[in-house]
Structures are given as C-alpha cells and as structure tokens.
C-alpha cells in the first residue's frame, strides 16, 4: 500500500506507461508495474512469518524467476517463447526440488494414481495452464485482483482448517497474497491509477496453480475437507478464469484462428457489450465465481464426474447466453 504511489511517480517520471490500444478498455496512460509491490509485500511478509517447509521455500524462488520475467515483459515486451522459458524454469523448480505434482485423478475417467512421467507432465500443464489463465482475465481495472483475492480466501480457509502438518503452512502463503492484493486493489479500482502489469498476473497465477495442487493433493492424503471431489471442487473454485480461458481458445479456434491471438471477445468484455460499467462487471464476476464456489462446496458429496458435468453444462449455457447477446448487440450495431 505505501509502495504503490512510489512505483506511480516513478513510472510516470520514467514514462513507463502503458498505451491504450484496440484491445485495451483504459483510455489514458497507465503505469502497469503494480506487480512489483504485490511482490514486495509477499515476499517481505511471507519470509519474514511463515514456515518455508514443505515446498514454500521453492515456490518462493518460482515467483522469483516469474517476477523477473514479468518485470522484463512489462518494462520492454519480451517473446512468448521467453515468457514460457521463464514458467518452465519455476515450475520445474516447484515439481522437482519439492516434488509439488498432482499424483492421481482420484477416480476421475476411473483413473487413481498416475505414472510418475505422466504425473509431472499434467502437472506443467495445470501450472502454465492456471498460471496463463489469471494472466488473461487481467482485462478490466480490478478484476484479476478481486478473483484471486476470492480464490486464495477459499483455499486458506480450507489450508487452514484442514491443512495437518504437511498443508497448514499454505495458509501464510494464502494470507500474504491476499495483504498484498488488497493493498494494491486500493488502487487498482476504477479508474485505476496503477495496473498489475505480467509482473502481477504472472506471479499470482503461479501461486494460485501451486495452491490448487496442494488442495488437491491434501483431499487425496488428508482425507478433508472433501476427500476424492477435491479435483472437481478446485475447478469450481477457479471457475471464471478457466471458463473465461476455454471459451476464448474456442471460439478463436473455431473462428479459424490460433487460439493465442488477442482480441476483445473475453467474457469481461461481453458484459461490458451488455451495457455494464467496470466496477459492475468486476462484482458480477466476482459475485458469479462465488455462487459457483459454493455450490461446488455444498454438493461435493456427489463426487467429481456429477460436480464436472454440472459445471460444463453450466459453461455452456453461459457461453450460449454470451454469444447470443453478442449476435444481437452485432445486428444493433448494424441496423443502426
């Protein structure tokens, strides 16, 4: 909080601003290095209180790698390739010096525990994958930083309450995450005065990917909250931006596109077709990954595949809905 307006005078003292462009909804020049003080403040916190056993200690030198990466990015604009040179580096850090790693799909397509090659594969997918995904919602001021702030509340609570002795440090990774994010969203609001930059979105996304295998992989070892429907209680959780993330490489796939080719077609910008503000469109997403939280919450007990189908059925409807008010809003904007 007291780093953010030292980073703002600093980035428009050194014209490090990012330019509004045809993707962009902000309309001014804005410094986008926000990530550096979200960083600051969870790593000062976090090295300072929290126990750096069980993994923690290479998750902070993962963030480490990505922030410099993110830095980079955001200062000079770097390649995808570098961009996914650096995740590479930090998530073999986190899979091979602390053996982080989804090691069963707990019955998932009647699948229980998986080879060790194919273990440490689907793991560098979920971790890049969950990691690009917090990256790509980063559309709307306040946005990205409200769904973490969501995501990684539910995952401390449950770290928390459950954690035993192998997962209850997680709860001071959660913790600071969210003491950063809420320090930075003060200013991170419309109009912001400051964006998160991939400085940001990189790091959070990484921590989060981290945080929903250790969630995972406490239902398999500790048996709670939610024992085997850990999985499918995990993508509930983060539901908005794994939705928003599969849709867009859809539809541009379908579109006969590459799926990693900007446009304006996230479900963030769809809502703002629809007629809502900013601020709106943050708290109904919010609002919207929330109800989902929940309802994967109370109706665990009807294990992964029934949780799985309600939420692809789900993702359905709503893309439909989305698409079809976009159809409308194209054949307004025609008419008129």
Do not use: W
Not at 71 to 97: H, Y
Request: proline share 3%; with cysteine; hydrophobic share 55%.
């Amino acid at each position: 909080m007291f780093a953010v307006p030292s980073i703002i005078y600093i980035a428009h003292l050194k014209n490090m601003l990012d330019t509004p462009n045809v993707r962009t909804v902000h309309e001014s020049l804005t410094p986008r290095l926000g990530g550096v003080a979200v960083f600051a403040g969870f790593m000062s916190a976090l090295t300072i209180f929290a126990d750096l056993s069980h993994g923690i200690q290479q998750l902070l030198a993962g963030c480490i790698v990505l922030f410099f990466v993110g830095l980079k990015d955001d200062l000079v604009t770097i390649s995808v390739a570098k961009k996914f040179v650096g995740q590479l580096l930090a998530t073999g850090i986190v899979m091979i010096m602390a053996d982080v790693r989804i090691t069963s799909f707990q019955g998932i397509l009647g699948i229980q525990e998986l080879p060790v090659g194919i273990s440490y594969a689907f793991t560098f997918l979920v971790i890049v994958g969950i990691t690009n995904a917090i990256n790509l919602i980063d559309g709307l001021d306040g946005l990205a930083g409200t769904i973490v702030l969501i995501i990684v509340s539910t995952f401390g609570y449950y770290f928390y309450e459950y954690g035993g002795p192998n997962f209850q440090n997680y709860v001071f990774v959660s913790v600071c995450v969210i003491g950063g994010m809420l320090g930075f969203l003060r200013y991170n609001f419309h109009k912001a005065s400051i964006f998160m930059g991939d400085t940001g979105s990189l790091l959070c996304g990484f921590i989060v990917s981290i945080l929903t295998i250790q969630f995972i992989e406490m239902g398999l070892k500790v048996g709670q909250p939610f024992a085997s429907a850990a999985p499918s209680v995990a993508v509930g959780i983060l539901f908005v931006p794994l939705f928003d993330t599969l849709r867009v490489f859809i539809v541009r796939m379908m579109a006969g596109r590459s799926p990693f080719s900007p446009d304006k077609n996230h479900v963030h910008h769809r809502i703002l077709a629809m007629g809502f503000q900013q601020i709106s469109t943050v708290m109904l997403l919010g609002a919207l990954n929330l109800v989902v939280i929940l309802f994967v919450i109370n109706f665990a007990y009807l294990g992964n595949t029934m949780l799985i189908v309600g939420l692809v059925v789900f993702s359905v409807l709503l893309s439909f809905l989305l698409g079809v008010y976009q159809s409308r809003s194209a054949q307004q904007r025609v008419a008129s």
